[in-house]
């Protein structure tokens, strides 16, 4: 006996890898014969459980030797939805190891992700806490990787560093921590990122009228973080040269 759902992610905001499907559709309840374990043979060790001829769900090998699970068992509806559960938390489990697998990602971002495929919360946080116990989220190292990449590459102030982990969900003495570490093993000061960040879109601007330049590169500046006074502190030299130059 089956009684199906549909995923509750039709009704959620996707994110912007919006490519990826949905959480799987799986029956509100089991109960019947087995009939089938198919193991998937681009995923060892995952098996598709068919109940009755029909398959109602895909889990580890480990659930199916702790359940005894096996062709001709029959299932209560109480087993069933043991069987479910597995299901939901595996896949969950699954597909946030492949979101891991494409990017990095704090747990926050995982969760939020996965909430917005429609996965209940609870397997959401399951995944995310036996992710972390494997070490594969780490927000401190998410942090330091983060901050490296986003000041070295893109010239943003500790502040904006500061407020873009925030976004993501990371603690904020953590960030701060992360941030300290990551420009002192560069040698890189606040003053230096701000040089470089003003040098580098004074190129991409070079040739343009003074005054457009003055504005488009302290709204430049100012959006990555800069405090005002540094920022026009800087400016004040650098356009004098390009005045110079022009």
Known sequence: MFSWTKSK????????????????????????????????????????VLVDGKSVAIVNAA??????????????????????????????????AAALGRRARSAHELERWLLQRGFDRADVA?????????????????????????????????????????????DRRMADAAIAEVLEEESVDERALLEAAARKKLAVLHGQDPDVV???????????GYDGNDVANVLRTMLAEYRAEG
């Open 214 to 224: 003055k504005r488009r590169l302290y709204g430049y500046l100012i959006r990555r």
């Open 63 to 96: 659930y199916l030797h702790d359940a005894g699970l096996a062709v001709g068992i029959v299932l209560d509806e109480s087993a069933g939805d043991r069987l479910l559960v597995a299901a939901r938390k595996l896949e969950a489990f699954d597909r946030a």
């Open 126 to 170: 399951d995944a995310v806490q036996r992710l972390t116990e494997l070490g594969a989220i780490d927000d401190s190292q998410f942090a330091r990787a983060f901050a490296r990449s986003r000041a070295l590459g893109k010239g943003m102030s500790r502040r904006r560093l500061a407020q873009e982990l925030a976004l993501r969900g990371v």
């Open 9 to 48: 992610a039709s009704a959620a905001v996707r994110a912007p890898d919006a490519g990826e499907p949905d959480a799987p559709h799986l029956p509100v309840t089991v109960s019947g014969t087995i009939t089938a374990l198919r193991e998937n043979p681009r995923k060892p060790g995952r098996y598709g």
